[in-house]
């Protein structure tokens, strides 16, 4: 019997000692994770030296991403008075455009016909942007927001972007295709509306151009570049 | 020793249930919310090996230490679909408390491996949710509120409505690091200055691809400023309000305005939803028991009002109050009752109660005036629907206006009151504006006694 409880009280007392332990090194991760993009792995690496502030970054990423609690709280640190929205361009022979855009964006202006792959009249003038009710686009708002102003390290999330689009605009009228010359991704500058104004549509910047024939996933008999 | 046992205590304490369950419910309608709106309509899209990422395109993203995702790229719509199904079934355990250990571990898992399937439409509400699903498996929640529990009593298995500390503790600290470092990111050097010139609130209002619709895009900036500079503190100093009793309220009242007010100018999906999900994790269990009318133990929970049932002015709060009392949680208590109220409020005198109502919760404390009508929101359903008000009521300012336009009303309640007896006017007339020393409660006794003799069904309905 008492040998029974000793073992009971042991147990017990391994139990809390691996709770704290866990909970220790829980906040340690959490801590480590969110301080280190602002000063947090400097001091470390003060305290530790380099290479064991690095391996104890890699040691809380992991941690982190294992359950599920790898976030930065950095939102709406900076709000900035620009919104970027991407802006599929497909130019066909006859030198129309089909403008793809998601939604939740206002009506993009009409494009007069022509080689040009946006159009001067988007570039030279500035354009009132219509507001659209934002309500349950989020998510999209979020992939739009990486595919634009992601680091570079996103290029892969834009080209599964544009893919993804074209895939969904061809869908039951793949010979379409036929008809286009090349396609394009360009991130749309919208300035956020003065107190007297309304959003304008500011400028436009070329991202890339979607070439399918770098896309492994692309169709092989969907051709949709003709000219670089 | 007493530090260490202060630490063993915040650790290892024994904690009522009722926050957990809250929290644990909530959690479950936000997850079925997110997967029945945002996941379920799209899942071919999002998430499909023909969708946004084709099948193996993100096995380098998954090869990370520590990602892991029970459905990789290679997962077919079929699969997708069984998930999803997994997800809502294990939402709906979680609301009913029905295998609810369980459940929230197959949410995690489950809610986890969407989350690494497409990591691209993420905003922080969802990791947020499953940060709490990963604190909600390791607490047992089932230990009210839940199916679970219920089942258990009739199967003869009696579990005391009390878990350890320590994974709400993790919850809440994760809770304090996240306003914390928010509100630190908000003040580095070498950013637009957004928070620190005041303009943060303005500009979010103006964010066109954020911001619900344009009618506040016409305010100035500076209209903002004291809101954005308010919100930044409040979320600096979180950690320490919540710690400190006096200030938890007012803390929390301002967290959820601000969250509210996001959620209704931002599309920011569900994370104020899930984010005011973890503040039941620091309300009282008490307030929580009193709200559902049930102690843990099955007891019916009843608030005591004190009031004078000589006064006309209280006699119509009262009314007002059975009124709005839809769901029968408050006993009204004549304060002229002496033998009643000793035994009840010890250590509040007649004079006391003469000045102000006083509200007895079950738990043993008692408010008076302003803070007794607070104490009674809780357990008023229309306060829930007009909860802006509930939470201004614990604001600072406002609950200093509300305890000094209190006092105002009390002492001249003669002002406006119509008394039909003259033993109410000369009653009212002495409260008005003078010291309650022993010669005005005599007074006030003497005329009980009439006021009894005079009306005695009245006095004892105290109509």
């Known amino acids: 019997m008492r040998a029974l409880h000793a073992i009971t009280s042991a147990a017990r007392v391994l139990w809390g000692l691996g709770v704290l332990a866990f909970c220790a090194l829980h906040m340690a991760a959490l801590v480590e994770f969110n301080a280190r993009p602002i000063g947090g792995s400097a001091l470390l690496a003060r305290v530790t030296g380099d290479s064991a502030a690095e391996d104890a970054h890699k040691a809380a990423a992991a941690w982190c991403r294992a359950l599920g609690c790898e976030q930065r709280w950095n939102m709406f640190s900076t709000v900035g008075a620009w919104s970027a929205v991407p802006c599929i361009v497909i130019l066909r022979r006859d030198g129309s455009r089909t403008l793809l855009k998601s939604p939740q964006h206002g009506e993009l202006p009409r494009l007069a016909p022509g080689r040009d792959f946006i159009g001067a009249e988007l570039r030279e003038e500035e354009r009132e942007w219509g507001w659209p009710v934002n309500f349950l686009n989020g998510r999209m708002r979020k992939l739009e927001n990486n595919v634009t102003e992601g680091a570079t390290g996103y290029s892969w999330a834009r080209y599964n972007y544009v893919r993804w689009h074209l895939r969904n605009y061809l869908h039951g009228r793949e010979q379409e295709a036929e008809e286009f010359l090349r396609v394009d991704l360009f991130r749309l500058h919208v300035r956020h509306p003065d107190p007297d104004g309304p959003p304008i549509l500011h400028s436009v910047e070329h991202v890339m151009q979607y070439d399918e024939r770098h896309d492994p996933a692309w169709p092989r008999h969907l051709r949709l570049t003709r000219v670089p | 020793m007493r530090l260490g046992r202060g630490f063993l205590d915040f650790w290892f304490a024994r904690l009522e249930a009722e926050p957990a369950a809250a929290f644990r419910v909530t959690l479950g309608c936000v997850l079925m919310f997110d997967v029945g709106v945002t996941f379920l309509p799209h899942l071919d899209q999002w998430f499909g090996p023909q969708g946004l990422y084709e099948a193996g395109e993100l096995d380098w993203w998954l090869a990370q230490p520590g990602r892991w995702s029970l459905l990789d790229a290679h997962s077919d719509l079929a699969a997708l679909r069984?998930?999803?199904?997994?997800?809502?079934?294990?939402?709906?355990?979680?609301?009913?408390?029905?295998?609810?250990?369980?459940?929230?571990?197959?949410?995690?898992?489950?809610?986890?491996?969407?989350?690494?399937?497409?990591?691209?439409?993420?905003?922080?509400?969802?990791?947020?949710?499953?940060?709490?699903?990963?604190?909600?498996?390791?607490?047992?929640?089932?230990?009210?509120?839940?199916?679970?529990?219920?089942?258990?009593?009739?199967?003869?298995?009696?579990?005391?409505?009390?878990?350890?500390?320590?994974?709400?503790?993790?919850?809440?600290?994760?809770?304090?690091?996240?306003?914390?470092?928010?509100?630190?990111?908000?003040?580095?050097?070498?950013?637009?200055?957004?928070?620190?010139?005041?303009?943060?609130?303005?500009?979010?209002?103006?964010?066109?691809?954020?911001?619900?619709?344009?009618?506040?895009?016409?305010?100035?900036?500076?209209?903002?400023?004291?809101?954005?500079?308010?919100?930044?503190?409040?979320?600096?100093?979180?950690?320490?309000?919540?710690?400190?009793?006096?200030?938890?309220?007012?803390?929390?009242?301002?967290?959820?305005?601000?969250?509210?007010?996001?959620?209704?100018?931002?599309?920011?999906?569900?994370?104020?939803?899930?984010?005011?999900?973890f503040y039941w994790l620091f309300v009282p269990a008490s307030v929580l028991m009193d709200m559902r009318g049930q102690s843990s133990n099955g007891e019916r929970r009843l608030l005591r009002v004190f009031y004078d049932t000589m006064c006309p002015v209280c006699n119509r709060a009262r009314r007002t109050l059975q009124r709005l009392d839809w769901l029968g949680r408050l006993k009204f208590e004549d304060l002229h009752d002496r033998p009643l109220c000793e035994a009840a409020l010890p250590g509040v005198t007649y004079a006391d109660q003469l000045r102000a109502m006083y509200v007895l919760r079950p738990d043993g404390r008692h408010f008076a005036g302003f803070d007794a009508l607070r104490a009674l929101m809780p357990v008023l359903p229309l306060f829930w629907m007009l909860w802006p008000l509930w939470m201004l009521a614990w604001l600072p300012g406002f609950s200093h206006l509300g305890r000094a336009l209190y006092r105002y009303i009390a002492r001249n309640r003669f002002r406006y009151a119509s008394c039909d007896s003259e033993v109410c006017s000369l009653h009212l007339k002495l409260l008005a504006g003078r010291e309650m020393d022993d010669e005005v409660v005599r007074q006030v006794v003497a005329l009980h006694e009439r006021f009894s003799k005079s009306r005695p069904q009245a006095a004892a309905s105290g109509s």
């Open chain 2, 82 to 277: 069984w998930a999803a199904v997994g997800l809502m079934v294990a939402a709906y355990g979680l609301i009913f408390g029905l295998g609810t250990r369980l459940c929230a571990l197959a949410a995690f898992v489950l809610l986890t491996s969407f989350h690494h399937r497409n990591p691209n439409i993420l905003n922080a509400g969802d990791i947020l949710l499953r940060s709490g699903l990963f604190y909600l498996a390791l607490m047992p929640s089932w230990r009210a509120w839940s199916l679970d529990r219920l089942l258990g009593r009739r199967l003869g298995w009696h579990a005391a409505p009390l878990l350890k500390a320590w994974p709400v503790r993790l919850a809440q600290i994760q809770l304090c690091l996240l306003y914390l470092f928010t509100g630190i990111e908000k003040c580095r050097p070498g950013l637009e200055g957004d928070w620190l010139s005041g303009d943060a609130v303005g500009r979010s209002l103006r964010f066109v691809t954020i911001a619900r619709v344009d009618w506040f895009s016409g305010l100035p900036l500076w209209l903002g400023a004291p809101v954005t500079w308010l919100t930044l503190a409040w979320e600096l100093a979180f950690g320490l309000l919540v710690l400190w009793q006096r200030t938890r309220p007012a803390a929390l009242a301002f967290g959820v305005l601000v969250h509210a007010g996001i959620f209704a100018t931002m599309e920011v999906t569900h994370f104020s939803f899930t984010i005011l999900a």
